[in-house]
């Protein structure tokens, strides 16, 4: 890029012997002449207090610019006169006609219920009413503390004929044992006038898995007809990888919703969830009942058990007359266990260790200051050794809890208990009933939370050796047991869709 030469990027400088502009005599006299003018404008005061020096020159200076400044706003103050609308356009009839069929006027003032799109002829012809249509499909479900008959009413249903067949529907089935969420399909007739409901022509309902009912209209008289259908029940085993959730993969596996949470809650009775690996599988058995038509339904959960390796490190069976799970080791009372001082307070297998574990409830970790027993609900609690009750009642988390002080510092604690067998003060004897197994408290399920305390601290009571006490066990229930356990453990795993995979 070329560069300027030096003389243009020189400074411009005035020329010598040339005088400056503002040298010359008439702009010093002019600049002196506005120089003191504003020196006059600046010390004028031109808006004094008029609350001060009242009469004075200066106070008549002041209502002067005030009263200027009011004229002036006065002058331009606006005109509120009313605007005049716009004239109106005239309109022809046929959008006059337009008009009142999209208004929201009222009709006795000229307003339709829409546009006509053709004018009445030979083939379009003006009515007065809509016809109604000869019948009426529809589909009704009953609620929770709802009758069959107002259901029906609700539906459109007269009155005589809902009362006439809801009293068909129960000389087949209890109306009161129909479940909540019972679909009815509905069929309705045509009716004599706009005033009188539709007459009943047909309910369909299935109001029990294996039994269909259906209330037709037959020569103007309803009648019922029954529908037996066929239903095939036996047990459905499902298996499956636990992966990183044992619900969602219970789910995936075809087990209902209430078939997992019962599934969860048993085994959480006798296995922590953080014992359970995500390569584990999960193994249960459910009654289903499979109808004739393809439809399904789950039942009770017969047998729960988790796998590691293939080999079972957990079997659940529903067994007793109480529905609920056991253990075959419960069932023996067999457990490892050797001569000692302090006698196991109850005839179960241990579930949880102490120190830090997550809560099955609270869902955090947190200390667990003791060790679990799963026991059947309604087992004896035995002292575990010779000591006087310093504690019997309500203790929070722990629910029905019993304290035994042994001395020397040493005592046992006894939790979520269904029954208390003691009070306080009073003297119990090693292997005493104290109370019998429950749920109270925070607890998921039956089972006996035992703590053992030192000087005052709670201490692991697997630091003490225990003398397992045995229950009587009947040969005979023990091989009816195993026999029962074979035949869950025999069966083919399968799906809701088709019993074998």
Known sequence: MATAPAEAQAPIRPREGVPRLSNHPLVQ??????????????????APDLAEDVGSARWFRGLATFLSLALLAAAFWPDFAPLEAAPLVRIDEAAQREFAAQSLTAQRRGATSGRHFAAESGLVLRLDSAPERPQVELAATLGENDSVPRM??????????????????????????????????????SRT???????????????????????????????????????????????????GSLYRSARAAGAPPGTVQDYLRAVDDVLPFEDILPTDEFDLVVSYKRAADGQGEAGDLQYAAILRDGRPRLQLLRWG???????????????????????????????????????PILG??????????????????????????????????????????????????????????????????????????????????????????????????????????????DPGQIAAFKARLAQMTALKPGTPNGYLR
């Not at 080791?329 to 179960?348: F, K, W």
């Not at 003791?370 to 988390?397: N, Q």
């Open 364 to 473: 955090f970790v947190r200390m667990h200051a003791g060790i679990d027993f799963a026991a059947p609900w309604g087992s004896p609690v035995y002292a575990a050794t010779d000591g006087r009750v310093s504690f019997a009642g309500w203790h929070g988390g722990h629910g029905n809890y019993v304290r035994l002080d042994h001395g020397g510092g040493i005592g046992t604690g006894y939790g979520h208990m269904s029954r208390i067998a003691v009070t306080p003060g009073m003297s119990v004897r090693r292997g005493q009933v104290i109370g019998y197994v429950g749920s109270t408290g925070l607890s998921t399920g039956p089972h006996l939370h035992y703590e053992l305390y030192r000087g005052g601290q709670v201490v692991d009571p697997a630091s003490v050796r225990f003398l397992a006490r045995r229950q009587a066990v």
């Open 193 to 243: 006038s706009p005033s009188q409901p539709r007459p009943l022509e047909a309910i369909k309902v299935r109001p029990r898995f294996d039994l269909a009912l259906s209330v037709e209209r037959i020569a103007g008289v309803l009648g019922l007809r029954r529908a037996p259908i066929a239903v095939e029940t036996r047990p459905l085993r499902l298996q499956g990888v636990v992966g």
């Open 321 to 359: 007359n109480g529905g609920g799970f056991e253990t075959l080791d419960a069932l023996t009372g067999s457990q490892q266990s050797s001569d000692g001082a302090l006698l196991t307070p109850v005839a179960g297998h241990v579930t949880s260790g102490f120190g830090m574990r997550r809560h």
């Open 152 to 189: 029906l009413q609700r539906a459109g249903v007269g009155l005589g004929d809902a009362a006439q067949a809801a009293s068909l529907i129960g000389s087949a089935v209890s109306l009161d044992a129909i479940a909540a969420g019972t679909r009815f399909d509905l069929m309705l007739g």
């Open 29 to 46: 006299r002019w600049s002196a002449l506005c120089r003191g003018i504003e020196g006059r404008i600046r010390h004028l005061d031109l």
